[in-house]
């Protein structure tokens, strides 16, 4: 009998044993949990102080960039209706430059036109030609047939002579 009671005392020195070894390192393992446990706990309440503010940050944020876009897509549509109106002030210009250069080439060719009209001497009269003299078509051609010297070669029946030839 005394062998069964030595290996049942044997078992439980054993069973101490490994108990004593497990409480030896569970001590440290507890202290380590412990503090993590308190890591874990400043962390939360770090978090309780300071997230709430900073989703507020971030909210504002968010509605100060959607407020930035409503002014950027604003001040794009102001200046597209800036370059449409600069545009349409262009082709206005265009014309008023093209109306400006018809207007001075008429003009131009007014005062040469009345510029040859006083100029010109009348042969009728000696001097020069008024509103009242002028002259019907035909007249003005026979004139300027005398005054160049061809109005015999015109008239019908004319006849060429030696002295008409040399000129």
């Known amino acids: 009998m005394r062998e069964p009671i030595f290996w049942l005392g044997l078992s439980i020195l054993l069973v101490a044993v490994s108990l004593t070894a497990v409480l030896v390192t569970l001590i440290p393992a507890v202290q380590a ?3 993590a446990a308190h890591s874990v706990e400043k962390l939360a ?3 309780c102080r300071e997230f709430p503010p900073t989703l507020d ?3 504002l944020t968010g509605l100060e960039i959607s407020e930035l ?3 950027v897509s604003e001040g794009v549509q102001s200046a597209g209706e800036v370059v449409k109106q600069v545009d349409r ?3 206005t210009a265009k014309k008023q430059a093209h109306n400006v250069q018809v207007t001075t080439r008429s003009l131009v060719t007014g005062v040469k036109a009345a510029w040859k009209t006083l100029t010109r001497k009348s ?3 000696g001097g020069r030609s008024r509103g009242g003299d002028r002259l019907s078509p035909t007249q003005r051609s026979v004139i300027s047939l005398r005054d160049s010297g061809l109005d015999e070669r015109k008239q ?3 006849k060429p002579t030696d002295s008409s ?3």
Do not use: M, N
């Open 57 to 59: 940050a971030i909210r």
């Open 156 to 158: 019908p029946g004319y």
């Open 165 to 167: 030839v040399d000129q």
């Open 123 to 125: 042969p009728l009269s």
């Open 69 to 71: 876009t409503d002014d």
């Open 89 to 91: 002030s262009l082709g």
């Open 45 to 47: 309440d770090t978090l």
């Open 33 to 35: 949990l412990t503090r």
